[in-house]
């Protein structure tokens, strides 16, 4: 069975930092993209960022390029997603997602909470 | 980016309607479009992809149609189950966005 786990939000101060984590397990996860998606609390879900099987190549919306980095170690089959310079709007529940043969989301893991407060 | 619109945002039904909700995109996006559904507090389940194949596990009563740039999601025969929200989602290019969700509520 496909689960993934995520873990690592919290309550942090606008600027402030997070790594937000996730764990998979029940594939082989090295052979899959994955994916970080968020949701704002009562509204619609956001595409964050991906990387491919290898972590060779990685691709993230422009709101927060520059400031999210993610990043997977497949020998422990995690997926990563290290958030700096953390901003009120970034406050959402953030899932890890498996991509599926082309980039939609057949998994996903429960969700994290992330809440930045200014 | 291509922006995803969907109609109507809130659909009222009752159990045994037929309802279908719509996706439209801002430029056209071939096929590649998923489909998917989310209870209050859980995460999104993934439903159709490629706007017409149904993911193994789903019910027959979901149907996905539609290339370009106009899709719709429809399901005959509404079970008590399917009260939800729906979203789609093009995969067309990498800013992989989704429409603003279709809330489907008990009539």
């Known amino acids: 069975e496909v689960q993934l786990v995520e873990s690592g939000g919290a309550l942090v101060q606008s600027g402030g930092s997070l790594r937000l984590s996730c764990a998979a397990s029940g594939f082989t996860f090295s052979n899959y993209w994955m994916s970080w998606v968020r949701q704002v609390p009562g509204k619609g879900l956001e595409w964050v960022a991906n990387?491919?099987?290898?972590?060779?190549?990685?691709y993230s919306v422009d709101s927060v390029r520059g400031r999210f980095t993610i990043s997977r170690d497949n020998a422990k089959n995690s997926l990563y997603l290290q958030m700096n310079s953390l901003r009120p709007d970034d406050t959402a529940v953030y899932y890890c997602?498996?991509?599926?043969?082309?980039?939609?989301?057949?998994?996903w893991g429960q969700g994290t909470l992330v809440t930045v407060s200014s | 980016d291509i922006q995803m619109t969907q109609s109507p945002s809130t659909l009222s039904a009752s159990v045994g309607d037929r309802v279908t909700i719509t996706c439209r995109a801002s430029q056209s996006i071939s096929t590649w479009l998923a489909w998917y559904q989310q209870k209050p507090g859980t995460a999104p389940k993934f439903l159709i992809f490629?706007?017409?194949t149904l993911q193994s596990g789903v019910p027959s009563r979901f149907s996905g149609s539609g290339s370009g740039t106009e899709f719709t999601l429809t399901i005959t025969s509404l079970q008590p189950d399917d009260f939800a929200t729906y979203y789609c989602q093009q995969y067309y290019n990498y800013s992989y966005t989704f429409g603003q969700g279709t809330k489907l509520e008990i009539k």
């Open positions: 990387i491919k099987e290898d972590g060779d190549e990685k």
């Open positions: 490629e706007a017409s």
């Open positions: 997602a498996r991509n599926g043969y082309k980039s939609w989301y057949d998994y």
